[in-house]
């Protein structure tokens, strides 16, 4: 459970269908020096002002897992796809894809957007509040599925790729 004197923890809230392979967040300490892995910039921030998961939500792991878990992204992104059309009401036929990465500073949720990018969204966030009448056609996938939604509606490859994202967002800020 300590690699380099840290202890590692996770958030799972099983109703979500998140797990120890797939948490909403990675945590770190020595003591009662917390970090958090910030799925924004993909780098460790110490706690701040930001709260700590609830104790029921806290899993402890090695440092193996928590390897294992640095190592893949993916396992911290939650993926919907959306199937318009005028048969239901809508304007057009689309099929949309949304995702979600739980940060412990902030809720990230995007839409790939019709300028073929990722754009900020509250349609994952109105569905899980408001229920399945709101968005009645948004189901969960995964990212292979979401990779090749993502192919055959707006003809992009990578989108998925949430390794170049980061890089081209650091390359962008230096």
Same mark, same amino acid.
């Given at each position: 459970m300590t690699t380099d004197a840290y202890e590692y923890l996770v958030r799972v809230f099983e109703p979500a269908g998140e797990s120890v392979d797939h948490p909403s967040g990675l945590w770190r300490h020595r003591g009662d020096d917390f970090e958090y892995l910030s799925m924004v910039d993909w780098s460790w921030h110490p706690r701040g002002e930001v709260p700590l998961p609830h104790p029921d939500l806290r899993v402890a792991i090695s440092a193996e897992q928590a390897h294992t878990l640095l190592e893949d992204r993916q396992r911290f992104v939650r993926y919907w796809a959306e199937h318009l059309s005028p048969e239901n009401g809508d304007l057009v036929e689309d099929r949309l894809v949304y995702r979600? +990465? =739980? @940060?412990?500073e902030r809720l990230v949720e995007e839409g790939f957007g019709r300028d073929n990018a990722w754009v900020s969204t509250r349609t994952i966030r109105d569905f899980q509040v408001g229920g399945p009448h709101?968005? #009645?056609? +948004?189901? #969960?996938i995964d990212a292979t599925t979401a990779e090749q939604l993502i192919q055959e509606? =707006? $003809?992009? @490859? $990578?989108?998925t790729n949430l390794l170049d994202e980061f890089t081209q967002l650091k390359g962008s800020t230096s």
């Open positions: 979600q +990465l =739980r @940060s412990p709101d968005v #009645p056609d +948004l189901h #969960p509606t =707006r $003809g992009v @490859s $990578g989108a």
